[in-house]
Nanobody, 119 residues
């Protein structure tokens, strides 16, 4: 099993920045991809970004491309999401997730961290 714990959420004004972190523990060798998702009030959970654990390949949703940057530190088993130029539309609970090699769905999920952007 893999445990994921997010941190770094909070309240920020529009135009500001936040950095989220996700610490992975347990069978981290099974992780192939780490991703970030978010869920705003009254909306479905949506994909934000992912990074491959070994090669560091990244992908972003169109809504965050150019503003958010995902990175990983394999030595520390952490994945970070640097969020710049935040807008109120970025307000959501952000979840870290991990997927095993060959898996279709993300297998592991964190508890989430709240990000609130005020206008």
């Amino acid at each position: 099993q893999v445990q994921l714990v997010e941190s770094g959420g909070g309240l920020v004004q529009a135009g500001g920045s936040l950095r989220l972190s996700c610490a992975a523990s347990g069978r981290t060798s099974s992780i192939h991809v780490m991703g970030w998702f978010r869920q705003a009030p009254g909306k479905e959970r949506e994909f934000v970004s992912f990074i491959t654990w070994s090669g560091g390949n990244t992908y972003y949703s169109n809504s965050v491309k150019g503003r958010f940057t995902i990175s990983r530190d394999n030595a520390k088993n952490t994945v970070s999401l640097q969020m710049n130029s935040l807008t109120p539309e970025d307000t959501a609970v952000y979840y870290c997730a991990g997927k095993r090699d060959g898996a279709v769905r993300y297998d592991y999920w964190g508890q989430g961290t709240q990000v609130t952007v005020s206008s």
